[in-house]
C-alpha cells in the first residue's frame, strides 16, 4: 500500500539490488539518512589493527626499547608530579639548602614534568653550554662532551639550552637501551645454540632501568650519555670492530673522568680474542687490529688540551676539583673503611651498596666477562678514590656499573624470581625517587 514503506524486492528490512541483501540501516532506508561512518568499535578496531601493522614495521629491538623508554618516562613523570604537589604543603620545604635549586628548576620551566629533571650539576652544564668560546674560562669542574653537544642543537629549540641538555639525556636513553639489549643478548646467549638470546637482553634493559636511582638517567645529567657510550664501545668491541670502538672510547673519555680509564677492560676484550697470549707474534696482531684503543685516552688528553689553552694549565679540570669540591686522589679502600666504620650512617650505606655492586658482578659473570669484572671495579673504585666528597653522589655513580644488570638478567631465567625481583627494584626506585624529588637531591647527587 502507499505510504506503508513496502516495495518490490524488500525482505526483511533490507533490500536486494543485484543479487545482494543489502541492510537498509546502512542504505539509509529504514534507520536516517544515509551514512558511511563505521561505529566506534569498528573505528577502535581498525585503529588498533593500524597501530599493530605500524609496530610491525618497526624493526627489531626498537619497538621493545621505544615501549620502555616510553612507559617508564610516563610512570616516573606521573610519580613525580602527584609527589611534589603533595609535598607543596609540607612545612619546611624546601630545605633552605634546596630553595635556590627549586629557583633555578622554575626558571627551566613553570611545568613540574619537565623542571623535576633537574638537579644541582644540571644548572653547571647548562652554564657551560651558554660560555663563550672567545673569552677566558675559568669553569673546569667538568669534561665538555655533554655540554657542548648543546651548543649546535639548542638554536633548533630556541636557544633553551637547557631543554637541550634534557633532550640529549633522554636520546641518550634511548640509543642507551638499545645497544644494553644487543649486548645483553649476546652475553646471555654465549654458549648456546642460537648465540643469541633476545629474551636475556631484554631483561637486562628492564634491569637497567630498574637499578635504585635509574630515574637519573632521564634527568638532564651525564649518565645516561656516558653509559650509551660504554655499551656502545663494548657491543662493537664484542663484534671486534676496533676503528668504531676507538672513536666512540673517543668521546667516552669527553663524557666523564672515568672514561679514558675504559680503555683497560675495552684491550681485554681484545686480548681475549687470543687467551690472554703475549708472545711476539700475537702481540703484533693486537697492535695491527687494536691500535684505535690509542683514542680512548686521546679524548681525555684533548680535554688537557683545552683547558691547557684556555687557562695555561694542563691539570685545570684537577684543580678545579680540589678548589670547588675539596677532592683530592685518595687509597679507595681507605675511604671505604672509614665511611663503613663512621658515624654519619648515609654515608655507611651508600658504601655498602658499593661493596653489594663488586660482590653481585664478581658472583654473576663468568670467567669469559673479565672485561667487565674489571670496568665495574674502575667505576666503582674510582669515584671512592675522590674522598669523601664523593659520597654524597656514589649511588649516582655506581649507575655506570651496568653489569650488575647483566648478572641480575643472568639470575632471573625463572619466570617467577623475575616477576618478585622485578617488584622489588621497582618498589625501592619509587621511594628514592621520592627521595630525590622531596629535595633531599644530596643523599643521591
Not at 620551566?109 to 653547571?124: E, G
Not at 643469541?196 to 635504585?212: E, H, I, S, T
Not at 695491527?288 to 684556555?310: D, H, K, S
Request: proline share 7%; hydrophobic share 50%.
Amino acid at each position: 500500500m502507499p505510504g506503508d514503506g513496502s516495495r518490490p524486492g524488500a525482505v526483511a528490512g533490507g533490500a536486494r539490488r543485484g543479487g545482494r541483501m543489502v541492510d537498509g540501516r546502512a542504505a539509509g532506508v529504514a534507520g536516517g539518512p544515509a551514512t558511511d561512518r563505521p561505529g566506534p568499535r569498528v573505528q577502535v578496531r581498525r585503529a588498533g589493527r593500524g597501530l599493530s601493522r605500524l609496530a610491525a614495521r618497526v624493526p627489531a629491538p626498537w619497538g621493545f626499547v621505544l615501549a620502555v623508554f616510553g612507559g617508564s618516562k610516563v610512570v616516573l613523570s606521573l610519580v613525580g608530579v602527584i609527589a611534589l604537589s603533595a609535598w607543596d604543603g609540607v612545612p619546611g620545604t624546601p630545605p633552605a639548602d634546596e630553595t635556590t635549586m627549586r629557583e633555578q628548576q622554575d626558571a627551566v620551566s613553570p611545568h613540574r614534568w619537565v623542571s623535576l629533571w633537574f638537579a644541582w650539576d644540571s644548572f653547571l652544564y647548562d652554564h657551560l653550554a651558554r660560555l663563550p668560546l672567545d673569552r677566558p674560562w675559568r669553569d673546569f669542574g667538568f669534561p665538555l662532551l655533554y655540554p657542548f653537544l648543546a651548543r649546535p642543537v639548542a638554536p633548533l629549540l630556541g636557544g633553551h639550552t637547557a631543554w637541550t641538555l634534557l633532550l640529549i639525556s633522554n636520546l641518550a636513553l634511548i640509543f642507551q637501551l638499545y645497544y644494553a639489549h644487543q649486548l645483553g643478548a649476546r652475553l646471555l646467549g654465549a654458549g648456546t645454540p642460537g648465540g643469541d638470546d633476545p629474551a636475556g637482553g631484554r631483561r637486562f634493559v628492564r634491569y637497567l632501568l630498574l637499578l635504585p636511582t635509574a630515574f637519573l638517567f632521564q634527568a638532564a645529567l651525564t649518565e645516561s650519555l656516558f653509559l650509551c657510550l660504554a655499551l656502545a664501545a663494548f657491543w662493537y668491541a664484542e663484534q671486534r670492530r676496533w676503528l668504531l670502538v676507538g672513536i666512540i672510547g673517543y668521546f667516552l673519555a669527553l663524557s666523564r673522568s672515568v672514561g679514558f680509564l675504559v680503555v683497560v677492560p675495552l684491550a681485554l676484550v681484545l686480548l681475549r680474542e687470543h687467551r690472554y697470549r703475549l708472545d711476539p707474534r700475537t702481540l703484533r696482531r693486537y697492535l695491527r687490529r687494536g691500535w684505535p684503543l690509542l683514542l680512548v685516552p686521546a679524548g681525555w688528553l684533548t680535554f688537557m688540551a683545552f683547558c691547557r689553552w684556555q687557562s695555561g694549565d694542563w691539570y685545570a679540570y684537577k684543580h678545579a676539583q680540589e678548589r670547588g669540591w675539596g677532592i683530592t686522589v685518595q687509597n679507595p679502600f681507605r675511604v671505604a673503611y672509614a665511611a663503613l666504620t663512621g658515624e654519619n650512617s648515609a654515608d655507611a650505606l651508600r658504601v655498602w651498596c658499593a661493596v653489594a655492586v663488586l660482590v653481585v658482578v664478581l658472583a654473576g659473570l663468568r670467567r669469559a666477562e673479565l672485561p667487565y669484572l674489571v670496568y665495574t671495579a674502575i667505576v666503582v673504585l674510582v669515584p671512592l678514590s675522590m674522598g669523601p666528597p664523593v659520597h654524597k653522589s656514589l649511588l649516582r655513580y655506581l649507575l655506570a656499573a651496568f653489569p650488575v644488570g647483566l648478572v641480575l638478567a643472568r639470575w632471573t631465567r625463572r619466570a617467577s624470581l623475575d616477576t618478585w625481583l622485578t617488584a622489588a627494584l621497582a618498589v625501592l626506585q619509587g621511594a628514592l625517587f621520592v627521595v630525590w624529588l622531596t629535595y633531599w637531591t644530596h643523599f643521591i647527587i
